[in-house]
C-alpha cells in the first residue's frame, strides 16, 4: 500500500470546507453504490473488468435469478413504472439477474454476451427534465441488458430510451462493460445523458457524483451523448462559455453531491489504492487513470472490501461501518462483484461475475460464470418470471427471513457486531482467504479442463461450469 502523505487534520480541515455543518447522519446517508471499470490493457490477463458495490438502505433482499433467451409475440411489451411501454424485440438475451424486489435502482445484469450492468446514484441539478408517458427508470438496465451485444450498443440503446422517455430519477450513472470494452453512461432527469468510454490502459473510479469532465461528441469512439447537452447548461445559466471550457459534472451535477465528504473520501481512496500517483483528498480528480500497475481480480476485490485500512480515517478495534466516515465497504452494502470479461475464450466461460453477497469484507467472492445454466437452490425466492411480475408488488411478508433463502444466511453473518471488531475480521478474513486461495489456485486448471471439454460437448462444459458455481457455494451457505 502506498505511503498517505497528509494527516488526519487536514482531512477534517477539507472536509469542513467542503461541507460544513455535516453531522455523522448527514455524512453517510445519500451515497448508494461505488464502482471501478478497467480497460483490457489495464489488467493482468487483459480482461475488461468491472468491480461494484451494491449500497441501499432500509429492510432489502436480493435474489439471484437466471434468466433463459427468450422469444416475443409482436405485441408483447414491456410496462414501465410510470406507465409507458416498449415493444419487446423478437427475441431477448438471456442473462444472470441479482434483483432486489421494490428497489427501482439497484438490480444488476451480466448477459450471455458479456455485457455487464450496474450504477451508481448521482444527483444532477435538473428539477425540470421532461418525461414522456411518465419516463423510465427501472427498466432501462434490464432492456439494455435483454438487447445488447455489446457495451456500446447497450449504451446507444440506453440513450435513446433516456431521449424518448426521459429519465424519471434526479440522476445516475451506469457502468456497462463487455470483453471489448467499458463506458459510463450518465443521464440527468428528463431526457439529457453523456456517455464516455474508458481508455484501454485507464481505470475509473465513481462513487456516487458524474465523473465525466470535458466531453467532444465528435469523437464518436469515445464519447455518445445528447446533441444539445453544452446548448442545453448554457440555456439554463449551467455554463458560460466565456467561464472556460465546457465541464459536464460542473454543469450538471448538484452542488451538494460534489461537496460531499462520503463521495470525495470513497473517490480518493479507490484512485489512491489502484493509481500510479497520490492524489491529496482536495485534487480535482481525473475521469481515468494509469495503474501503478496492471491490476487483477484480487485488487479489485481489495478496494470493495476497505475501510480506509492504512489511513488515519481508519479507528483500531471499532467497526467501521459503524464509523463517521463512509467507506468503500459499509453497512449498507447488500452485494458486490467483480465482473472478470475476458474476450479471448467463449463467453459462457469467459465472463465471470465474482459475487461476494451482502458485505464483501465477511464474505467470499464466488465465481458466477455467464453460462450456468441455472442458479444454486435457495438462491431466488421463486421463479425469474414471477419475479419480473412481482418486482413492484413484492408479497407482504419480502422481508422475513426464512432459512431456505441464502440471503437471509448471509445478511445474519453480517449484522454480528461484536465489540472486538478487529479479530472478528480477522477470523472471517482466514475464512475468506481459505476458499479464494483455493478457487484462484484451482481456476486456471478448471478452465482449461472445461475448454477442453467445450470442443466436443457444449452441453457437458456449461453443466461443469453450473456445478463447479453450486459447490463453491455450497462452502459459504448451509442448506
Keep these: 500500500m502506498k505511503k498517505i502523505r497528509f494527516s488526519y487534520l487536514v482531512l477534517i480541515f477539507a472536509f469542513l470546507l467542503v461541507y460544513p455543518g455535516c453531522s455523522k447522519k448527514e455524512a453517510n446517508e445519500g451515497f448508494d453504490c461505488f464502482s471501478i471499470l478497467a ?42 413504472k410510470n406507465g409507458g411501454v416498449s415493444v419487446q424485440p423478437e427475441e431477448t438475451n438471456s442473462y444472470l439477474w441479482l434483483e432486489m424486489p421494490g428497489m427501482s435502482f439497484s438490480d444488476s445484469y451480466l448477459n450471455q454476451y458479456g455485457v455487464c450492468i450496474g450504477s451508481d446514484a448521482c444527483s444532477s441539478r435538473e428539477k425540470e427534465g421532461v418525461l414522456t408517458d411518465g419516463g423510465i427508470g427501472y427498466s432501462l438496465r434490464r432492456i439494455m441488458a435483454e438487447r445488447s451485444k455489446t457495451a456500446r450498443e447497450a449504451v446507444k440503446i440506453g440513450g435513446e430510451l433516456v431521449s424518448n422517455y426521459g429519465y424519471t430519477s434526479s440522476g445516475r450513472t451506469y457502468c456497462i462493460a463487455d470483453p471489448n470494452e467499458a463506458w459510463m453512461l450518465s443521464v440527468v432527469n428528463g431526457k439529457h445523458w453523456i456517455a464516455q468510454r474508458i481508455p484501454d490502459n485507464h481505470i475509473a473510479v465513481i462513487p456516487n457524483y458524474y465523473t465525466i469532465r470535458e466531453i467532444d461528441l465528435a469523437d464518436t469512439l469515445n464519447f455518445l451523448g445528447s446533441a444539445d447537452i453544452v446548448e442545453y447548461a448554457i440555456e ?156 413492484f408488488n413484492p408479497p407482504p411478508d419480502i422481508h422475513k427471513p426464512v432459512p431456505e433463502l441464502a440471503y437471509w444466511h448471509y445478511y445474519q453473518e453480517s449484522e454480528v457486531n461484536p465489540d472486538d471488531y478487529e479479530n472478528y475480521f480477522e477470523t472471517k478474513k482466514t475464512e475468506i482467504d481459505a476458499i479464494e486461495n483455493s478457487l484462484f489456485k484451482s481456476q486456471d486448471g478448471f478452465e482449461k479442463e472445461v475448454l477442453k471439454t467445450w470442443e466436443i460437448d457444449k452441453e457437458k462444459a456449461l453443466q461443469m461450469i453450473t456445478d463447479y458455481t453450486a459447490k463453491w457455494v455450497r462452502k459459504t451457505f448451509v442448506y
Design 39 to 80: 480497460g483490457r490493457e489495464a489488467t493482468i490477463d487483459g480482461s475488461v473488468m468491472f468491480a461494484h458495490d451494491e449500497d441501499d438502505g432500509g429492510k432489502q433482499v436480493v435474489n439471484w435469478y437466471k434468466v433463459p433467451s427468450l422469444k416475443h409475440s409482436p405485441d408483447e411489451v414491456i410496462n414501465f
Design 236 to 391: 439554463r445559466e449551467w455554463h458560460n462559455p466565456d467561464n472556460g471550457p465546457f465541464i459536464f459534472r460542473e454543469a450538471y451535477s448538484d452542488s451538494g453531491s460534489l461537496k460531499s465528504i462520503g463521495n470525495i473520501y470513497r473517490m480518493w481512496r479507490g484512485i489512491n489504492m489502484l493509481s500510479e500517483v497520490d492524489y491529496d483528498v482536495e485534487y480535482d480528480f481525473p475521469f481515468s487513470f494509469e495503474p501503478e500497475q496492471k491490476i487483477g481480480v484480487k485488487d479489485f476485490m481489495k478496494v470493495l472490501r476497505d475501510h480506509y485500512e492504512g489511513t488515519d480515517l481508519h479507528i483500531d478495534n471499532q467497526n467501521p461501518h459503524l464509523s463517521n466516515h463512509r467507506s468503500i465497504c459499509s453497512n449498507t452494502n447488500q452485494y458486490g462483484f467483480v465482473a472478470q470479461l475476458r474476450s479471448k475464450m467463449p463467453v459462457e466461460i469467459g465472463a465471470v461475475l465474482w459475487i461476494a453477497p451482502r458485505r464483501p469484507c465477511i464474505q467470499s467472492f464466488i465465481p458466477w460464470y455467464s453460462g450456468i445454466t441455472k442458479v444454486p437452490d435457495g438462491f431466488g425466492r421463486n421463479t425469474y418470471e414471477q419475479a419480473i411480475i412481482e418486482h
